[in-house]
């Protein structure tokens, strides 16, 4: 019902930046909380940063002052600046939308794009 296509990750060196993408499409209801999680191998998907429709930000606290969320309602769309980047930020990220209707829980998930930290 909802589709998310992330882009925008790569190979990059420490200390470098790297700016990701989640364009949402179909029935989008608007009043939701767009996130990004990353996830290696042998270990559990963690949250990175959420935004709300209304714009309110959280963060996890090992990405404070690095990671920046946003969005564009119009678009659809959330970003995640990536600044700082350190080897330990090396994973797969995705990108997740939830949202309640009629008191009904819902969510999606993206495809994920893979980050690179390397020199």
């Known amino acids: 019902q909802v589709q998310l296509v992330e882009s925008g990750g790569g190979l990059v060196q420490p200390g470098g930046s790297l700016r990701l993408s989640c364009a949402a499409s179909?029935?989008?209801?608007?009043?939701?909380?767009m996130g990004w999680y990353r996830q290696t191998p042998g270990n559990e998907r963690e949250l990175v940063a959420d935004?709300?429709?209304?714009?309110?930000?959280n963060y996890a606290d090992s990405m404070k002052g690095r990671f920046t969320i946003s969005r564009d309602n119009a678009k659809n769309t959330v970003y995640l600046q990536m600044n700082s980047l350190k080897p330990e930020d090396t994973a797969v990220y995705y990108c997740?939308?939830?949202?309640?209707?009629?008191?009904?829980?819902?969510?999606?998930w993206g495809q994920g794009t893979q980050v690179i930290v390397s020199s």
């Open positions: 179909g029935s989008i209801f608007s009043i939701n909380t």
């Open positions: 935004i709300t429709s209304g714009g309110s930000t």
């Open positions: 997740n939308i939830r949202w309640t209707r009629i008191r009904v829980k819902s969510e999606s």
